[in-house]
């Protein structure tokens, strides 16, 4: 029986997913595959190349950079995030992503974007990473503030659509167990209506019906989702690491101060959570 690490998406609340990762690779921590969206994939990349505190790094000195996240970029190019930058110069000189360790990791990354076509998962591996990391880019791509990602032929937004936590797909791969990082505290639960008016969405995605159902069925599914995980949770299926306080920041917060208090909760959770990981990683013969 295998263990899933599953990371969920939330923007620069993903601060806190990169504090609790680097606890796990300072403590060698590590899992046989990890199940990602959004912000958790971005995050995900470098504790698969290894890289401590490589994330720190990028909330830290370059999300407040405007060619990371803005509303120049929203005009320019059609995409609140500078994709080009981010997986350009920022991936190949400030901050060099060591990709041949990643894409020679023995653990395995599942990214998961939305499929505008069905309205579904799909999920990237490393194999299926090309030069610019499009999966990454589709994983991460919020509607309304991106471009559509397209892979070989392929519509794609942001996998936090479909799958807010996609801890389901780890259980349909037969992994039994889970680690499950939520950036939401305990308390949290989405409003009962959507994010979006259902005409504005049927308006901008009008040539994807199945996407606009799955968008307007969001907050539903999330909240089920909390419920589901909290079960499993008590069952002992789960070890949940959840922020042990509000996160009170909109997703495109740009303080390095403020994310670098989240980033350091995301430390302290992990730290008082580690012997629970770590005994269910050995009780599952993974060491």
């Known amino acids: 029986m295998s263990v899933g690490l599953v990371l969920e998406g939330g923007g620069m609340r993903g601060a806190y997913t990169a504090g609790v990762l680097d606890e796990f690779l300072k403590n060698n921590v590590l899992f046989p595959v990890i199940y990602a969206v959004s912000a958790g994939s971005c995050c995900a990349l470098s504790y698969l190349s290894g890289q401590y505190e490589r994330n720190k790094e990028i909330f830290y000195r370059y999300v407040a950079d405007s060619r990371y996240v803005s509303i120049h970029n929203l ?3 059609g995409s609140l995030f500078g994709f080009d930058f981010i997986f350009g110069e920022l991936f190949q000189k400030l901050v060099p992503f060591d990709e041949e360790a990643f894409r020679g990791s023995k653990m395995r990354l599942m990214a998961g974007a939305t499929d505008l076509l069905t309205g579904g998962m799909a999920y990237f591996s490393q194999a299926d990473m090309d030069e610019r990391f499009l999966p990454i ?3 991460s791509s919020l509607p309304f503030l991106s471009n559509v990602i397209t892979i070989n032929g392929r519509p794609y937004l942001d996998g936090g659509i ?3 936590v996609p801890y389901e797909r780890s259980l349909a791969d037969g992994n039994a167990k889970n680690v499950v990082v939520l950036t939401r505290d305990y308390s949290f639960r989405k409003a009962a209506q959507p ?4 005409a504005v969405i049927n308006a901008w995605y009008h040539d994807y019906p199945a996407f606009v159902d799955t968008l307007q069925a969001r907050p539903n599914v999330y909240n089920h989702q909390l419920l589901s995980i909290r079960r499993q949770e ?3 299926n789960m070890v949940v690491l959840r922020p ?3 996160i009170n920041i909109s997703r495109y917060e740009k303080n390095p101060e403020t994310l670098m208090e989240i980033y350091r909760m995301g430390r302290r959770d992990a730290q008082q959570k580690l012997p629970l990981v770590q005994r269910l990683l050995e009780q599952n013969g993974i060491s």
């Open 75 to 77: 005009r320019q190019t």
């Open 137 to 139: 880019q589709a994983s």
């Open 195 to 198: 994010d979006y008016p259902r």
């Open 234 to 236: 008590e069952m002992g």
């Open 244 to 246: 042990s306080g509000p």
């Open 162 to 164: 479909a799958a807010p």
